[in-house]
């Protein structure tokens, strides 16, 4: 059965850093293109960051741009999510999401979904 667990998400300062961490088992992550999203309360779920299956394309959303950087290691079936200078609305929970090969727009192209990390942007 294909899971994902991701990782990572904590409380951190306005300005800090975490690293968030998707890890798959029981299908193999190389075939996948993997994107990152973010639910706040009350807010729709939201697309961050997509990497391709071969790591050939990268996206990200305006609000994370220059700040937010995706990238995976397909030994480890492991996609990360490097979240630095982070401010109070990135409070989000945090979720990965696989489809096939490449990066799409849509929740509904992505198949397998992972239950979520908590991030906390707070002084």
């Known amino acids: 059965q294909a899971q994902f667990v991701e990782s990572g998400g904590g409380l951190v300062q306005p300005g800090g850093s975490l690293r968030l961490s998707c890890a798959t088992s029981?299908?193999?992550?190389?075939?996948?293109?993997v994107g990152w999203f973010r639910q706040a309360p009350g807010k729709e779920r939201e697309r961050v960051s997509c990497?391709?299956?071969?790591?050939?394309?990268?996206n990200y959303a305006d609000s994370v741009m220059g700040r937010f950087t995706v990238s995976r290691d397909n030994s480890r079936n492991t996609v990360y999510l490097q979240m630095n200078s982070l401010k109070p609305e990135d409070t989000a929970t945090y979720y990965c999401?696989?489809?096939?090969?490449?990066?799409?727009?849509?929740?509904?192209?992505?198949?397998?979904w992972g239950q979520g990390t908590q991030v906390t942007v707070s002084s």
């Open positions: 029981g299908f193999i992550l190389g075939d996948y293109a």
């Open positions: 990497i391709s299956f071969n790591a050939a394309g990268t």
């Open positions: 999401a696989a489809r096939d090969f490449w990066c799409a727009d849509g929740l509904n192209d992505y198949k397998y």
